[in-house]
């Protein structure tokens, strides 16, 4: 009896090792699937990367969301999925960056890895001193020089103006336009920034300025003699290391006249008879960010005389003003006297979403985009010069074509 009672307790001692060591194994096994589907999620953002690559028309080939595979890979699958990352169309939001799904899937493991991308090619707009998106048309007996490239992607029209050295394109026609450059019709058209998310690391990055902290002098808001810096900020609302301000106007008309900025003044939502007038100076910072962004339609009627310190402003606001005061020097010197003058120029990127109107005298020492049509204004002078800086260092929102993974971002993302 206690022979046949042994035996019993040593079989189910035996069943129960048995079972501990089938569990063990599951368990071993699940581990093992789990850690394999993680790197084939990995592989999977991996393998998204180089079918983007191979693929030029990758935006519509594989829209949002779609699942692209499975595709077999060791002991499971690899799939993925694309999406905007900045809220926008995949398909047309071509300078959004994006965001890639990476699926990994072992039995009944499953492991989603993504990976934020970001075109790293600059727009070839940039390749011009001046791209209009809509129809660019000239004034009559209006002066036009300087260096580089005009073009539109639609027309330019002159008054029988003569652009000098500047060459000139359209994708229909250029007409009544003489000058010793190219002119030519029927080019292919060119690549211009997302309008509606080509300000948003301006929003995201730079300081805001109420527009109710300004003057109002009958229907306009004024921003006349002020300072703005990575270390200076006369408008109040405390400085920004990047030297980029945002001024939302809410559909109000500003006004911008005797500054200096050197940064980055981002105009949002103008009011429709917003201008930049008079004398300013902006330059762009180390960092190549635009000079100056415009949300919607402004006219840019600069003044050919300098900018220059003023010891009796004569406005009510600011009674003084010193442009390069201790954090805005200028060509290296920093003083508190009222004796230097400054060019009355954009020395960068200006970038205006809307229509844009020049008139008086206006001078571009860089590049000018614009988002609508362009009118120049009978008898006014626009000078134009191109340089390369903002091609070779693409700004935020300046760029598209081919993808690079943005540092930082991957993460591993809930399984289904």
Same mark, same amino acid.
């Given at each position: 009896?206690?022979?046949?009672?042994?035996?019993?307790?040593?079989?189910?001692?035996?069943?129960?090792?048995?079972?501990?060591?089938?569990?063990?194994?599951?368990?071993?096994?699940?581990?093992?699937?789990?850690?394999?589907?993680?790197?084939?999620?990995?592989?999977?953002?991996?393998?998204?990367?180089?079918?983007?690559?191979?693929?030029?028309?990758?935006?519509?080939?594989?829209?949002?969301?779609?699942?692209?595979?499975?595709?077999?890979?060791?002991?499971?699958?690899?799939?993925?999925?694309?999406?905007?990352?900045?809220?926008?169309?995949?398909?047309?939001?071509?300078?959004?960056?994006?965001?890639?799904?990476?699926?990994?899937?072992?039995?009944?493991?499953?492991?989603?890895?993504?990976?934020?991308?970001?075109?790293?090619?600059?727009?070839?707009?940039?390749?011009?001193?001046?791209?209009?998106?809509?129809?660019?048309?000239?004034?009559?007996?209006?002066?036009?020089?300087?260096?580089?490239?005009?073009?539109?992607?639609?027309?330019?029209?002159?008054?029988?103006?003569?652009?000098?050295?500047?060459?000139?394109?359209?994708?229909?026609?250029?007409?009544?336009?003489?000058?010793?450059?190219?002119?030519?019709?029927?080019?292919?058209?060119?690549?211009?920034?997302?309008?509606?998310?080509?300000?948003?690391?301006?929003?995201?990055?730079?300081?805001?300025?109420?527009?109710?902290?300004?003057?109002?002098?009958?229907?306009?808001?004024?921003?006349?003699?002020?300072?703005?810096?990575?270390?200076?900020?006369?408008?109040?609302?405390?400085?920004?290391?990047?030297?980029?301000?945002?001024?939302?106007?809410?559909?109000?008309?500003?006004?911008?006249?005797?500054?200096?900025?050197?940064?980055?003044?981002?105009?949002?939502?103008?009011?429709?008879?917003?201008?930049?007038?008079?004398?300013?100076?902006?330059? @762009?910072?180390? =960092?190549?960010?635009? +000079? &100056?962004? *415009?949300? $919607? !339609?402004? #006219?840019?009627? %600069?003044? /050919?005389?300098?900018?220059?310190?003023?010891?009796?402003?004569?406005?009510?606001?600011?009674?003084?003003?010193?442009?390069?005061?201790?954090?805005?020097?200028?060509?290296?010197?920093?003083?508190?006297?009222?004796?230097?003058?400054?060019?009355?120029?954009?020395?960068?990127?200006?970038?205006?979403?809307?229509?844009?109107?020049?008139? @008086?005298?206006? =001078?571009?020492?860089? +590049? &000018?985009? *614009?988002? $609508? !049509?362009? #009118?120049?204004? %009978?008898? /006014?002078?626009?000078?134009?010069?191109?340089?390369?800086?903002?091609?070779?260092?693409?700004?935020?929102?300046?760029?598209?074509?081919?993808?690079?993974?943005?540092?930082?971002?991957?993460?591993?993302?809930?399984?289904?």
């Amino acid at each position: 009896m206690f022979v046949l009672a042994t035996g019993m307790v040593i079989a189910v001692i035996a069943a129960a090792v048995l079972t501990v060591a089938q569990v063990n194994g599951r368990v071993v096994s699940q581990a093992n699937d789990s850690a394999e589907a993680e790197v084939l999620a990995e592989n999977a953002v991996e393998y998204a990367l180089n079918v983007i690559a191979n693929d030029s028309n990758w935006r519509t080939d594989y829209p949002a969301l779609m699942a692209v595979g499975p595709v077999p890979m060791g002991r499971g699958t690899i799939s993925f999925t694309l999406a905007d990352d900045m809220g926008g169309t995949l398909a047309t939001s071509t300078t959004d960056s994006i965001r890639i799904y990476g699926t990994g899937k072992v039995r009944n493991a499953t492991k989603v890895y993504s990976l934020k991308a970001a075109p790293v090619s600059p727009l070839n707009c940039l390749q011009t001193v001046m791209d209009v998106s809509g129809a660019a048309t000239f004034g009559s007996t209006m002066t036009i020089s300087g260096s580089g490239l005009i073009a539109s992607n639609v027309s330019v029209t002159g008054n029988s103006n003569n652009f000098n050295a500047l060459n000139v394109e359209a994708v229909t026609t250029v007409l009544l336009c003489s000058g010793t450059g190219t002119h030519t019709g029927l080019a292919a058209a060119r690549s211009l920034p997302d309008s509606t998310h080509v300000f948003d690391f301006y929003k995201t990055n730079g300081t805001s300025i109420s527009i109710g902290s300004l003057p109002k002098v009958g229907v306009n808001y004024q921003c006349f003699y002020r300072v703005l810096s990575p270390s200076v900020n006369t408008l109040g609302g405390g400085t920004n290391a990047s030297g980029i301000y945002v001024i939302d106007c809410q559909n109000n008309n500003i006004q911008v006249a005797f500054c200096r900025v050197v940064g980055t003044l981002v105009l949002l939502n103008v009011g429709s008879a917003s201008t930049v007038q008079s004398s300013n100076y902006f330059q @762009t910072g180390t =960092n190549g960010y635009p +000079v &100056l962004m *415009v949300q $919607g !339609a402004i #006219t840019i009627k %600069t003044a /050919s005389a300098n900018l220059v310190d003023n010891s009796a402003t004569g406005n009510a606001t600011v009674a003084s003003i010193n442009y390069n005061q201790t954090g805005a020097p200028y060509q290296g010197v920093a003083d508190t006297t009222f004796t230097t003058a400054y060019p009355s120029r954009f020395d960068g990127l200006v970038y205006v979403s809307g229509a844009l109107t020049t008139s @008086t005298v206006v =001078n571009i020492n860089g +590049v &000018l985009i *614009v988002g $609508g !049509a362009y #009118t120049g204004t %009978t008898l /006014s002078t626009l000078t134009l010069n191109y340089d390369s800086s903002s091609y070779k260092n693409p700004p935020p929102g300046f760029t598209g074509g081919s993808l690079a993974p943005v540092s930082g971002s991957w993460r591993w993302e809930p399984g289904p």
